[in-house]
């Protein structure tokens, strides 16, 4: 079984950074994609970036140039890095991986519950 545990968010001012961490653990044999979505109250959930294992990362026009998405392989652990937080940014924020338990194995897509950021004006 595997497992995601975000922390990192928080209430920070306009202009502020927070980095998000998203824990994975449990029998993972590889990570192949990566990316985190957000929920703001009364919306769809989006997606604000995603990354595949080796390659380049995507992001959002909303959050280009602010924040970045990364990987520890060694703690199989993501970041999100929000930087020039706005307003807008609030919300909860999920992270996602695709993820072979086994050598050969299938892909199966593992969620997170979830970190509130909020960013005050």
Do not use: H
Not at 22 to 49: D, H, K, L
Not at 81 to 95: A, F, I, R
């Amino acid at each position: 079984q595997v497992q995601l545990v975000e922390s990192g968010g928080g209430l920070v001012q306009a202009g502020g950074s927070l980095r998000l961490s998203c824990a994975a653990s449990g029998n993972i044999f590889s990570i192949n994609t990566m990316a985190w979505y957000r929920q703001a109250p009364g919306n769809q959930r989006e997606w604000v970036a995603s990354r595949v294992s080796g390659g380049a990362s995507n992001y959002a026009d909303s959050v280009k140039g602010r924040f970045a998405i990364s990987i520890d392989n060694t703690k199989n652990t993501i970041y999100l890095q929000m930087n020039n937080l706005k307003p807008e940014d609030t919300g909860v924020y999920y992270c996602t991986i695709q993820a072979r338990t086994s050598a050969g194995g299938r892909r199966n897509e593992y969620w997170g519950q979830g970190t509130q950021v909020s960013v005050s004006s």
